[in-house]
Every structure is written in C-alpha cells, then in structure tokens.
C-alpha cells in the first residue's frame, strides 16, 4: 500500500514539473508567431500573413474602425496600411488554456497609401488561439498612446 502511494505522489510530482515546461513552450511559441507577424506586416506575404490570422480575426485599430482577417490581409498587400518598420516592447505574453493573451507596445514607421510618411505608438492587446495545433491571431486592439 506504502509502495503504491509512493507511485502515485511520483507521478503527481512529475506532472506538476512538467506543466511549467508546457508553459514555457506555449509562452515560446505564441512569442514565435508574434515576431512572424510583426515581420509578415512589414514584408507583407498572403500565405504567411493568412497561416497566421484566425477566419474569425477582429483586428481593431487605434481609430476605432475594425478589420476582418480579408480586409486586414488586403489592406497590408495594397499597401492601405504600409508599415516600414514595426518594434515591439515591453511585451507580456500569458498562456491560458488554448488561448494566449499577448501584450505590448508598437512603435513603428508607416507609409499608408495617399499618406505622407508617419510613426505610431500604440499600447496592444492581442488574443491567439491554438486552432489545430497551430497559435493563431484572434483578435487584437490598439490604442493610442
């Protein structure tokens, strides 16, 4: 009876250990797709950017307007929104379940279409989900600094 209560404690032990480590992944692989992104909405790419975004994206900007994951896709290949660069800090990723809650703040050049060359500084919220194995853009929200 000892014996086997040892085997369970053990066992008990070891998953609590391991989850930690699945967090950790998790963290590190929402923190992965993050980056693609950054870089995809810099060097626009349709099949990076649409194995990344959700079909069910709600992309809100620091203007208030909303995006569906076409529109958001689009906008970047048409260069309605043109970014020349994009830096993110002060970033704060956190795992819940299959879903990730990513935080930080965007500073970056722009260029948009009929506009003059601009910067932004935005505070981000962002929600990714893990559809089918694989981390994906759900929803995110930018406000104005």
């Given at each position: 009876?000892?014996?086997?209560?040892?085997?369970?404690?053990a066992?008990?032990?070891?998953?609590?250990?391991?989850?930690?480590?699945?967090?950790?992944?998790?963290?590190?692989?929402?923190?992965?797709?993050?980056?693609?992104?950054?870089?995809?909405?810099?060097?626009?790419?349709?099949?990076?950017?649409?194995?990344?975004?959700?079909?069910?994206?709600?992309?809100?900007?620091?203007?208030?307007h909303?995006?569906?994951?076409?529109?958001?896709?689009?906008?970047?290949?048409?260069?309605?929104?043109h970014?020349?660069s994009i830096d993110?800090?002060?970033?704060?990723?956190?795992?819940?379940?299959?879903?990730?809650i990513v935080?930080?703040?965007?500073s970056?050049?722009?260029?948009?279409?009929?506009?003059?060359?601009?910067?932004?500084?935005?505070?981000?919220?962002?929600?990714?989900q893990k559809?089918?194995?694989?981390?994906?853009?759900?929803?995110r929200?930018?406000?104005?600094?």
């Amino acid at each position: 009876m000892f014996n086997k209560i040892l085997l369970i404690v053990a066992f008990c032990a070891l998953g609590a250990m391991a989850q930690p480590a699945c967090a950790q992944d998790a963290t590190a692989a929402v923190t992965t797709a993050v980056e693609k992104l950054r870089v995809a909405m810099v060097t626009p790419d349709k099949a990076v950017l649409s194995g990344l975004v959700a079909e069910e994206l709600s992309y809100g900007h620091s203007d208030g307007h909303l995006n569906t994951k076409d529109v958001f896709i689009s906008d970047l290949l048409e260069g309605v929104s043109h970014f020349l660069s994009i830096d993110l800090t002060e970033q704060t990723v956190r795992v819940v379940g299959d879903c990730a809650i990513v935080r930080h703040i965007l500073s970056g050049a722009t260029h948009d279409k009929g506009k003059p060359e601009g910067t932004v500084k935005l505070k981000v919220l962002m929600i990714w989900q893990k559809q089918a194995g694989e981390w994906k853009l759900l929803a995110r929200q930018a406000v104005r600094i």
